[in-house]
């Protein structure tokens, strides 16, 4: 071989190797093209496929969709990358999906393809993304911490917590008023909250202790251990912020990892690397080379993953150090005042028992490890193998360590960010709406129990139990009976839920959900082939005026029970299961009764607290970025003003 066919023939193979991918995918496209054809839908580029519109849409990724919803109807594929999507809009034909289908499609994020599989367990293995056998196996596992009995015992922890935030804002809310009394600057920033950021660490808390007995508000966790927020996790709410505290060296804490994983998640949080995504059969190679030269936005997500792993693995260390001793694994089956005992529940799987047992705060974890103990006496299989997605029921008989692990990011992930935007939308929906704000703070007066200072016994009580998380958070609900907010005051707080599932209708964190079709099925008169990923948009559903009666408007009353005064049946939606926050069928939200209590608990003591409005400058409309889950771009400000009376009495 001469040295000029050596010159010319390197580079040719070299241009053959990297063309040979692009070949193949385009092929792959013409194939997926020829199965959708008969569906409409956006035309879709060579690679990209509509990926370039859907990221520079104007109105983001809510707007892109409805765009395609107005043009093309209820029934449209499009494709992002490699990956082929069916959205169904019609309310009938996507509940009837919801219910029939018991598989959520794997989640498809650019970042979350290049990170190596040993930070990703949860996202096959976490209950979200689990599948078959194996997820029913899991979905049982979890039923037990979600039952009444459970959900009892986490009163006095949430209501701690909600007392604890109307206790900051109201000495911040004092605080701003007498600063204005005495001549202060009256935009004077202490008497602002940033709400998303206060929701968050109150979120934080309390499944932090629900699920582990761990205080995520505590420093070591990277909170700020109780003391009033300047919209610290506020000022890192946008990827632009979280970027440039990664750049400048931020030692990464919980907190700060759960808000980067959320932002590194959301379509606009584009690595240099995501190009490699729609070429699926060049992916493994490059996710090695991407490890090794992340650019700032996969690092990022890289660096959120690791401090997620190492906390749950942190959490299950600590747990079973601190258990062997006791039962083993078994979770503490908790009592219907909310104490622990330390009776084993082996009963975690069985839907029967799952009305009258619970586990106390703090055993999640326990209830975990012992529904591996329990599969195992039962005779699973003990293979630790976790190197293949899906599932079946002899890896529930095994639960390894790091499927375990999955189920703790999954809680931690699931239950934290959603909850805290469905409260920072109430407040927002609330603020823009005196007249709503008004019949809500009437209510909550009428009914919930003083909110009193809490006496110097139960300061100190209070900071034991920040000492000793795991020995019972929770579990106070006794020393503090006598002002209590119970489940039986919230069950009067319609008006309270009516506010709240108004927000949820308007700004539904969840803004969307999937299912993967397991056989050839049709929908809405189109054949939809096996294997299709479906594109539930709970967001569009929410707002169909065919369903919903002045559908943009912020009406609580349409949830109003009929016979409470000021019901508004004509606002109330025309069809049955127009209401889709949590999802619906198999795969509904395992935690929604959870997150309905700790929202509403927090909101009513927030309004017994102090009144707010909207802070000058703060957007209208709110304007959100839909990622992962649905939030204000740049959080939420509110002005606070303390409550005459209230204030007064907290603080003589
Ligand atoms: C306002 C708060 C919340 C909202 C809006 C929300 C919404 C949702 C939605 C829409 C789904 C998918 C349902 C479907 O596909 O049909 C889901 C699933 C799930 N949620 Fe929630 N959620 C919230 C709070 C929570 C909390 C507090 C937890 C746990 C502590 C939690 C844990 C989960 C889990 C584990 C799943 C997956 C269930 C499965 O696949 O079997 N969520 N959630």
Redesign the pocket.
Known sequence: MTLLQLLLGVPLALLGVLALPVVITLVQELITKRKYRHIPGPKPRPISGNLGEFLTSPGGLLGCLEGWIKRYGDLITFRLGSRQFVLVADPDAARNV?VRLPN?AQMSNPNMHLTKWDLRSMDVWG??MARDDY?RGL?AA?QPAFSPTSLRGYQALMDREAVALAGRLRRQAAAAAAAEAGGANKEAAVGEMEVLSEMSRVTLAV?GTAAYGVDFNSPEYGGSGGSASSGSLGATLSLAASLEAFKSGRRPSLVSACNDFFRTMSPSARSSWSWAVALPCLLPAIRHVAALAPDPVLALHIQSRRVLRQVSTKLITAWRDSHTSTSSAAPAAATANGSSSSSNNNDGGSSSSTSTTGVAPGSFLGLMLAARDRSRKEGGSSSTSTSSGGGSSKDTASLTDSQIEAQVQ??LL??FE??AN?LTFAVYLLASHPEAAARLRAEVDAHLPPLLPPTPQQQQQQQQQQQQPEDGNGGDGQQRSSELLTLEILDKLVYTEAVLNEA?RLF???HA?TRETDKDMTIQGYHIPAGTTLWLP?AHLHVRDSVWPEPQAFRPERFLPPDAPGAAPHLAPRHAHAHL?????P??????R??MQE?KMVLSRLVQAVDFELAPGQATPLDCVAGLTLAPRHGVWVRLRPRGAVAAAVEA
Request: with cysteine; net charge positive.
């Open positions: 919801m959520h209950l979200l997820w979905r979890w499944v999954t809680f699931a239950g959603t909850t469905a949820l539904p964190p969840a959900t709970i926050p949590f999802g619906s069928g795969r509904m939200c395992i935690g929604w959870f997150a929202a």
